[in-house]
C-alpha cells in the first residue's frame, strides 16, 4: 500500500509499504480521511515524533475492508471512525476505568503506525460505527469532538447555566455545541478573529465576544448580569486565555482547561487569588475515553452527528490534500496564519 512516512524531522514522504493484515481480534480499515492534530506537525516539523520511520495520522474514518478471527461488532464495509488510544486495561487507571490516564498506553499515529495510509490495522475496539447520515468527513472530526464532550463532562456539566467557551478553534466549536445540545441557558463564544464568533453563532452560540475589542470584559459579564460564567471552558491552550478563564467565572464556578498550553505560565497574586475569593472547582481534561471502551463519548458523537443537532460547517475544514502530496500539506503549516481549519488528507487520492 501507499502510506506517508515519517523518515526523519521534516522528511516526510509518499512510499511503498506492506499492507498490514489483521490478526485475532484486530480489523483492517481503508482509510478515507485523515485529520492533521496539531499534535502531528512538530512531529514532522521539528523533531517530536517518538521514533523513526513512522506513519502517523489518528483523526480518520473510512470502511472496514476485513476482520481477523473473532471480530464480532464490526463487518467489512461498515463505516467507521478510529478510536487511537489503545489501554493496557491492566494498570490502576484502566481497572477504574479511566483509560486516558493510562501509564502504557499505546497510541495509533503516534506510538504504533497510524492512518496516513490507505490502509490501518487496529483492535476491533478502536473502531466505531458511524451511519449513512453521517459523511466520512464528520467521520474524521469524531476524535476532537469527543475531546471536546470529555472536557465538557469533566466539570459534571448541567443544562440551565451560563457557559463561556475561550477559543474559536473545532474543539471549541463543538464544545458550545455539546454545551447547547445539553441544554445550557447561555453560551457564549470568546475569540479575537470576528468570522469565528459569527461562526459560533451559526452554530447556535447565544453570543460572541471580541476579547481584543476595548471593554470586552464588561461585555462578557452582562452576559451573565455581572456575575460571571457558572461553566468555563478553556480550549485554546493560550496563555491569555487560561488567565482570562479565572477573571470571567463566577463565585462557585467550574473551570476546565481543555487546551493544551506550549508555554511556561505564572499567574499574578491578584489573578490567581480568584481562585481563592471565588472558590471555584479547577480541572483539566486529557483525551476522551470512559468506562466501558472506548466510552460514550464516541457513541454519543455517532448519535448526534446522525440527528444534525452536531454541525459540522464548511470552515471546519481548510483543505483537503490527497494521499501522494501530504509533504505538500506539512509544508503549509510553516508559514504562520497560512492553515485557519483543518487539513484533512484524501488517502483515496
Known amino acids: 500500500m501507499k502510506a ?29 480521511y485523515t485529520g492533521i492534530c496539531g499534535s502531528d506537525i512538530p512531529r514532522v516539523n521539528a523533531d517530536a515524533a517518538h521514533y ?15 476482520v481477523g478471527e473473532g471480530v464480532t461488532s464490526v463487518a467489512p464495509g461498515d463505516r467507521v471512525a478510529g478510536i487511537p488510544l489503545v489501554p493496557c486495561m491492566k494498570c490502576e487507571d484502566c481497572q477504574k476505568g479511566n483509560y486516558s490516564l493510562c501509564k502504557h498506553y499505546d497510541f495509533i499515529g503516534s506510538h504504533s503506525s497510524g492512518s496516513y495510509a490507505e490502509y490501518v490495522c487496529m483492535p476491533e475496539h478502536n473502531v466505531v460505527k ?6 466520512f468527513v464528520q467521520g474524521a472530526f469524531f476524535e476532537p469532538a469527543t475531546v471536546a464532550l470529555h472536557g465538557l463532562e469533566r466539570t459534571g456539566y448541567k443544562g440551565g447555566k451560563t457557559v463561556a467557551i475561550l477559543g474559536g478553534g473545532t474543539v471549541g466549536m463543538m464544545t458550545m455545541q455539546w454545551a447547547k445540545i445539553f441544554g445550557a441557558k447561555e453560551v457564549v463564544v470568546f475569540d479575537i478573529v470576528d468570522e469565528r464568533l ?8 447565544t453570543g460572541g465576544v471580541n476579547t481584543l475589542k476595548e471593554g470586552f470584559m464588561e461585555e462578557a ?19 491569555i486565555t487560561m488567565k482570562m478563564a479565572f477573571a470571567l467565572a463566577a463565585n462557585r464556578a467550574d473551570v476546565c482547561f481543555i487546551g493544551t498550553p506550549t508555554r511556561e505560565l505564572s499567574f499574578t497574586v491578584a489573578e490567581w487569588e480568584n481562585l481563592n475569593r471565588k472558590e471555584f472547582n479547577l480541572t483539566g481534561s486529557w483525551m476522551s475515553y470512559s468506562a466501558p471502551f472506548p466510552g460514550h463519548e464516541w457513541e454519543l458523537v455517532a448519535h448526534y452527528f446522525g440527528t444534525g443537532d452536531l454541525k459540522m460547517d464548511d470552515s471546519f475544514v481548510f483543505k483537503t490534500v490527497p494521499l501522494s502530496k501530504i509533504n505538500e500539506a506539512f509544508e503549509l503549516f510553516k508559514t504562520p496564519g497560512t492553515v485557519k481549519g483543518k ?3 484524501d488517502s483515496e487520492c
Open 4 to 32: 506517508g512516512v515519517l523518515y526523519a524531522p521534516q522528511d516526510i514522504r509518499y512510499a511503498e509499504v506492506e499492507t498490514p493484515a489483521p490478526k485475532k481480534g484486530e480489523v483492517l480499515v481503508k482509510v478515507k
Open 52 to 66: 523513526y520511520p513512522i506513519i502517523l495520522g489518528h483523526e480518520f474514518s473510512g470502511t472496514v475492508a476485513a
Open 130 to 135: 458511524f451511519s449513512d447520515e453521517v459523511s
Open 198 to 205: 459569527e461562526l459560533g453563532k451559526r452554530l447556535g452560540a
Open 221 to 239: 459579564l452582562a452576559y451573565t448580569g455581572g456575575r460571571g460564567f457558572d461553566y468555563v471552558y478553556e480550549t485554546a491552550g493560550n496563555t
Open 343 to 345: 487539513i484533512l488528507i
